[in-house]
């Protein structure tokens, strides 16, 4: 069973900021915090992971609480083509993906 | 660069009759894995493998499906006889560094319908 939470649907207004939660209380320690997208009809494609501190790139921004129960995905500026099925992960590097049913977010013009 | 290849993209069969899917990875990347995703899913491992050698196959149905890796590059996804409930889209990734401890790179799939 997937460790993370999701809420299955948001809505974005494009060029604003949007922010997809994860809560993953039971993470342990050794666990990192994966974010993966899934656009219609690809593959899922990775977008960045981090384990207690914050992380940028040039997709997004991973916000880790300090307590790392829970974290946010931050796409600046989204656009029409961010459109997908966001995927929270948590595991151990050595691990294997358990992907969940993820955050289906939809950008609007 | 050329990202993970797989063939065919689409498939459509009858049950009980075999289908195979082929996977080209990313070059160099020595750990290969297909999964299987089912509709308003995520998808689900079948099986990884390090270079020629399957490391974890537990989800992989062993009474139909067998998965071959020859020479460590290609692999190829078999399912004989298929199933209705087989009917899902097959992902192959790829990735470097043991133990899949980096970032997988995912192929569009096969979608298959079992008819």
């Known amino acids: 069973d997937a460790k993370t939470t999701q809420p299955p649907s948001m809505d974005c207004a494009e060029g604003r900021a949007a922010n997809l939660p994860c809560n993953h209380s039971?993470?342990?320690?050794?666990?990192?915090v994966y974010w993966y997208r899934q656009i219609h009809s690809q593959g899922p494609q990775y977008i960045i992971h981090?384990?207690?501190n914050n992380e940028t790139n040039e997709m997004a921004s991973l916000i880790i609480t300090e307590d790392r129960k829970s974290s946010t995905l931050i796409l600046p500026h989204a656009t029409l083509r961010d459109t997908a099925v966001y995927y929270c992960?948590?595991?151990?590097?050595?691990?294997?993906?358990?992907f969940g049913t993820g955050t289906r977010l939809q950008v609007f013009p | 660069e050329a990202g993970v290849v797989q063939s065919p993209r689409y498939k459509i069969i009858e049950k009980k009759q075999p289908v195979a899917f082929w996977c080209n990875p990313i070059?160099?990347?020595?750990?290969l894995y297909w999964y299987r995703q089912n509709l308003g899913q995520g998808p689900e491992l079948l099986i990884r493998?390090?270079?020629?050698?399957?490391?974890?196959d537990s989800q992989l149905p062993k009474d139909r499906f067998s998965a071959e890796r020859l020479k460590g590059v290609d692999s190829t996804l078999k399912i004989q006889p298929a199933e209705l409930g087989d009917s899902a889209v097959y992902l192959c990734?790829?990735?470097?560094?043991?133990?899949?401890?980096?970032?997988?790179?995912f192929g569009p799939g096969t979608r298959l319908t079992v008819l």
């Open positions: 070059s160099g990347h020595n750990t």
């Open positions: 981090g384990l207690k």
């Open positions: 990734a790829s990735s470097t560094g043991l133990a899949g401890r980096n970032e997988q790179f």
């Open positions: 992960i948590v595991r151990v590097r050595t691990d294997k993906l358990i």
């Open positions: 039971t993470i342990s320690g050794n666990e990192y």
């Open positions: 493998y390090e270079n020629e050698e399957a490391v974890d």
